[in-house]
């Protein structure tokens, strides 16, 4: 049974598009995360949120709008897609109990074309 | 601004080999520190992690990790790689105030050859 879920594993679109990611995780954490992974495989904070809350809100383009429905799940929305969009995000949670240790999703890989 | 360096980008051992990996933060105060290791298609996983106490830790798969403060370093050592250790591999920390966010180095990919 997956601990964090990501959908789709896998999204190739045209630049000018909107797509979504989803996510979700069964572990009961209250804190939830989007990563975003460079072709260089650098690792960087987009979003987190606490209990449904926006805390972490990096210099982010605002064609991203993050969007958690309840706290297992916080799903993220890119508007009018860029080629630089293009990397792996990831999806990850935690528990504020639990400082700093983070579950990730398998990623979803994302290509603008 | 918080950072996390990882000095080798690229590692090439033979099995049975010794590793060592560098990583040293930016950062003035207490830090929670992890390392992340991702197999290819994979997602990250965390291999150890440190909070407080003895400052050498041990993760899984037989990875160790020393945290010297002095240094502002927590370098993550194995004394004999598999083939199976192939893989890219994170730093990170987090500040141990308010609500947590990692802050990750850039890697460092290891391939171990048979």
């Known amino acids: 049974d997956t601990a964090v879920s990501q959908t789709p594993k896998y999204l190739v679109t045209q630049m000018g598009n909107d797509k979504s990611i989803k996510c979700e995780q069964n572990?009961?954490?209250?804190?939830m995360y989007w990563y975003k992974q460079d072709s260089k495989k650098f690792l960087k904070i987009m979003f987190s949120?606490?209990?449904?809350?926006?805390?972490i809100n990096e210099t982010v383009p605002n064609r991203f709008s993050p969007k958690s429905p309840d706290k297992a799940h916080l799903n993220l929305h890119i508007n009018s897609l860029e080629l630089g969009d293009s990397a792996v995000y990831f999806c990850?949670?935690?528990?504020?109990?639990?400082?700093?240790?983070?579950?990730f999703g398998e990623g979803s890989r994302l290509t603008v074309l | 601004a918080q950072s996390v360096s990882q000095h080798n980008h690229h590692v090439i051992l033979s099995e049975a080999a010794s590793l060592e990996l560098g990583c040293n933060y930016s950062?003035?105060?207490?830090?929670?520190l992890f390392w992340y290791v991702q197999y290819p298609g994979q997602h990250l996983q965390l291999l150890l992690k440190?909070?407080?106490?003895?400052?050498l830790v041990k993760g899984i798969k037989g990875f160790e990790a020393e945290f010297i403060k002095s240094k502002f370093s927590f370098n993550l050592r194995k004394p004999s790689v598999q083939w199976s250790d192939t893989a890219e591999y994170f730093c990170?920390?987090?500040?141990?105030?308010?609500?947590?966010?990692?802050?990750f180095g850039t890697g460092t990919r290891l391939l171990v050859s048979p």
């Open positions: 950062y003035g105060g207490t830090v929670n």
């Open positions: 949120y606490n209990n449904k809350e926006l805390i």
């Open positions: 572990l009961g954490h209250d804190t």
């Open positions: 990850a949670s935690s528990s504020t109990s639990k400082t700093g240790e983070l579950f």
């Open positions: 440190y909070f407080s106490g003895d400052p």
């Open positions: 990170a920390f987090s500040m141990n105030t308010g609500f947590q966010k990692l802050v």
